[in-house]
C-alpha cells in the first residue's frame, strides 16, 4: 500500500489521499489500525496503542505481534476470519492488555479496495464499551 493514496471501500471506492487517513486516525475517538494485505502494520492512533498497550513502534511489525497473547488474540483471529472471506465483519472480542488484563470490546474488520475491486488491505476498529477507558487510565 503506497503512502501517496490508498483507495477506500467507500464511497463507491474514491481514492482517499494518506494526510486524510493521518487526519481520520488523529481525529478519532476509535482505536484504528490499518494493514496491508498480508496483515502488516501501515498505520495505527494513539487510542489503538492505549488499548492494546503498545509503544509507536507498530509501523511494519504483524498485526499477531501487537498483541500480548500472540497467536491466540481473537482480534488476530477475526481478522484472519475477515481476510479469508474478504468481507468485513463485527464482533465482540476478548482483549488482552499488556499489562495482563483482559477486557471485552467491539472490533469491526472491513477490507480496503482500491480502485480495481482488489483488496489491497485492511481496517481494524476497535470501539470501547463501557467502562473500559476508565480501566486503561
Known amino acids: 500500500m503506497s503512502n501517496a493514496q490508498v483507495a477506500a471501500t467507500y ?3 474514491t481514492i482517499w489521499p ?3 487517513i493521518q487526519t481520520l486516525f488523529a481525529d478519532s475517538r476509535d482505536a484504528l489500525i490499518l494493514l496491508d494485505s498480508y496483515a502488516q502494520v501501515v498505520a495505527a492512533n494513539t487510542e489503538w496503542q492505549l488499548f492494546c498497550g503498545t509503544d509507536s513502534g507498530l509501523v511494519g511489525q504483524l498485526l499477531a505481534e501487537v498483541f500480548a497473547d500472540k497467536e491466540r488474540s481473537e482480534v488476530v483471529q477475526l481478522l484472519r ?3 479469508n472471506a474478504e468481507s468485513m465483519m463485527d464482533e465482540e472480542v476478548t482483549l ?3 499489562r495482563g488484563f483482559d ?3 467491539g472490533l469491526r474488520v472491513s477490507p480496503v479496495h482500491e480502485t480495481s475491486g482488489a483488496i489491497i488491505g485492511y481496517l481494524a476498529r476497535l470501539r470501547a464499551t463501557t467502562g473500559v477507558t476508565r480501566m486503561l487510565n
Do not use: D, E, S
Open 11 to 13: 464511497p463507491n471506492g
Open 18 to 20: 494518506w494526510n486524510l
Open 81 to 83: 476470519r475477515a481476510m
Open 96 to 98: 488482552r492488555h499488556v
Open 103 to 105: 477486557f471485552r470490546i
